[in-house]
């Protein structure tokens, strides 16, 4: 039930927002737990908004990933 | 964004379950504890424990809001059903057993039982109907009671109360780390619920217990990186609190939603099926929000409840002692279509999730 979706925030209107689930599925969720603009993916979970989600964290992420995968040698070499 | 897509590389995964492999010490069992439902449904869904070392034990903890849900908590709901309240709630709640009767059970016998997408559709319902007196039943946990809490603050109308049956991560897992025969040697924290709450609510996990604590998103890169993480720390000896989720768990969480909770609910002891009373694990109305309590405004006295039905091992699945495939009753008396337990009856219940992928198995 921890269920969350990413999704893209279309438009806004006050504490509601159209947001696109991909497959160009719209629906209308509630912001009033964030603070998102148009244009910015936000998790939902429940037909609420719960954190907006961050691009360059997730970029950044599978690239850090890469570097450890890279150049860290095997634990029993390491030490 | 193609996130699925991103953290779904085989490729990446097969050089991270390597890593893993070289990390696990080949002589100790190593037991990592999740406690989300969505969690254990990637670990299955993508097979995630086939590349992993059989040493390495990955075990789901009470992750599912609905399969902890007590007895007597489905039993109140069901006697205000049968008064003719029209319940609502979120879809997987409706079958899970109560000590004599599910809220489906009540369904076919004529109460209104209604399934709601988002609380905000029980509030809908009120304000279009206004003759009839509404409950929504309030499960879930942090991810899910900041959603009750905007709804009780925006003052719905008085025809709508609410059940609130939220419990909390924390103390749940400050449980397990207490149980001395479980064993654990590291947490994955859940992604969302964390969106809510920050890291800070874990600080606690390595400091007193020297348990390490890696919250973690819900893609297989995702699992297998937090579990990477976990060995790196017990390899080097330095148990610590990491975030594997950065792209959407901040350190100090969802404060907006931390502060709607705060100015709505009580933190209480509660009881979770199976598992006994767990304390300052519950919400509970403030007595400023007392007209929408349900549960002081209708005060339906119910008996002790039946969590267990006879044979039942959720109990034990919850925590991990045993795996679905160990209950005696799993796939014979207990079913999706007939479950005796709670964990058989949500898509976050552990046994639930453990029949999608058998019966996938058994496809040719």
Known sequence: MCLAIPAKIMSIE??????????????????????????????????????????????????????????ESSPSQRQ | MTEKLRFRDPKLAKRVAEKIRQLVPKQETVKICHVCGTHEWT?????????????????????????????????????????????????????????????????TQGADVRIVYSISDAVSMAKNEPKKDFVFFAVGFETTAPSTAVEVLNR????????????????????????????????????????????????IFPKRYGMPVVVAGFEPLDVLFALY?????????????????????????????????QKVFNVADGNWRGLGSIPKSKLTLRRKYGDYDAHSEYAIRVAEGVDLQPGCQCHLVVIGKIMPSECPLFMKECTPQKPVGACMVSS???????????????QP
């Open chain 1, 14 to 71: 006050n504490d509601k927002a159209k947001v696109d689930f991909g497959e160009n599925v719209l629906r209308e969720i509630n912001i009033a737990l964030v603070s998102a603009k148009v244009g910015d993916y936000v998790l939902v979970h429940a037909g609420y908004a719960i954190q907006v989600m961050d691009e360059k964290e997730a970029q950044e992420t599978l690239q850090l990933w890469n570097e450890i995968l890279k150049t």
């Open chain 2, 43 to 107: 670990i299955m869904h993508h097979g995630l424990r086939s590349l992993l070392p059989k040493n390495l034990k990955v075990i789901a903890g009470p992750g599912c809001p609905v399969c902890i849900v007590p007895a007597s908590e489905i039993d109140e709901t069901v006697q205000l059903a049968l008064k003719g309240v029209t319940v609502t709630c979120f879809g997987d709640l409706l079958r899970v057993p109560g000590s004599k009767m599910s809220l489906l059970a009540a369904k």
């Open chain 2, 156 to 203: 719905p109308p008085e025809n709508l109360r609410f059940l609130i049956s939220h419990r909390l991560i924390p103390p749940a897992m400050k449980l397990l780390v207490e149980m001395e025969d479980l064993n654990l040697n590291g947490f994955i924290a859940p992604g969302h619920a964390s969106t809510i709450i920050g890291l800070r609510p874990y600080e």
């Open chain 2, 229 to 261: 993480m976990i060995l790196k720390q017990l390899k080097e000896g330095e148990p610590r609190l990491e975030n594997e989720y950065v792209r959407a768990v901040h350190w100090e969480g969802n404060v907006k939603a931390q502060e709607s909770m």
């Open chain 2, 348 to 362: 976050e219940g552990t046994c639930r999730i453990w029949t999608k992928t058998i019966n996938r198995k058994r």
